[in-house]
């Protein structure tokens, strides 16, 4: 007689309920990214249309860009501002906290640069 291989029920419904639990931790957490990358893209813009600019004239590019582009996660105030040669560098961190389920979160700190 030959052994039977495969899975088991148990074992199939073990496998499905990993499955979900990753896609739903990846479906809370995709927009947190996209939030980032949609900030990142708005500061490298700024910094490369205002390099001549003031702080003043950054922060009121940056605060027209977020409005656009629909940013509520980090103000024009938020932003470190600076000058390296005659490239200005804007940098920015925040943390964003997530909600997986019942009382357990995630918090991502998130950091970036113009010049990187």
């Given amino acids: 007689m030959r052994n039977q291989r495969g899975i088991t029920l148990l074992g199939m419904a073990l496998i499905c309920v990993v499955i979900v639990v990753v896609a739903i931790g990846g479906l809370k957490i995709a927009p947190a990214y996209i939030e980032y990358f949609t900030v990142k893209k708005a500061i490298v813009g700024v910094a490369q249309t205002t390099s001549k600019g003031t702080v003043a004239e950054v922060r009121q590019a940056f605060d027209r860009r977020a409005q656009i582009d629909d940013i509520d996660v980090i103000a024009a105030k938020d932003l470190e501002i600076t000058k390296e040669g ?5 940098s920015f961190s925040y943390p964003k906290r997530i909600s997986l389920f019942g009382n357990v979160s995630v918090v991502i ?6 010049n990187n």
Avoid: G, L, P, R
């Fill in 86 to 90: 005659n490239d200005i560098v804007i």
């Fill in 109 to 114: 700190d998130f950091a970036a640069s113009s």
